[in-house]
Nanobody
Framework: QVQLVESGGGLVQPGGSLRLSCAAS????????MGWFRQAPGKEREFVAR????????YYSDSVNNRFTISRDNANNVIYLQMNSLKPEDTAVYYC???????????????WGQGTQVTVSS
């Protein structure tokens, strides 16, 4: 019955940084994997990063690796996405999601937030 709400999106210049937050309405099961996805206009939703809720095991897509960092705060039921060295192609609506199965495929995620807009433009 977990519900997810993203925040922290906005307008940023190329090379800038943003920190996204995903707050859960209730404590997520300890065996859940939390993920960040994004969707640009006219494009399919794509995987960005994931992290296990009970540990700090992480995985990133090639497009954001070495620029984005996913982290967690178990005590406050929050997942973060720190985005550095942002590029115009990072412009999208960013969604957080929860999965009991993990992986990068959309079908593996059971609960989704409403999304937060990130725009990277000079």
């Amino acid at each position: 019955q977990v519900q997810l709400v993203e925040s922290g999106g906005g307008l940023v210049q190329p090379g800038g940084s943003l920190r996204l937050s995903c707050a859960a309405s209730t404590r997520t099961f300890s065996n859940y994997i939390m993920g960040w996805f994004r969707q640009a206009p006219g494009k399919e939703r794509e995987f960005v990063a994931r992290i296990t809720w009970s540990s700090s095991i992480t995985y990133y897509s090639d497009s954001v690796n070495n620029r984005f960092t996913i982290s967690r705060d178990n005590a406050n039921n929050v997942i973060y996405l720190q985005m550095n060295s942002l590029k115009p192609e990072d412009t999208a609506v960013y969604y957080c999601a929860a999965s009991k199965r993990g992986g990068s495929d959309l079908s593996r995620y059971d609960t989704w937030g409403q999304g937060t807009q990130v725009t990277v433009s000079s």
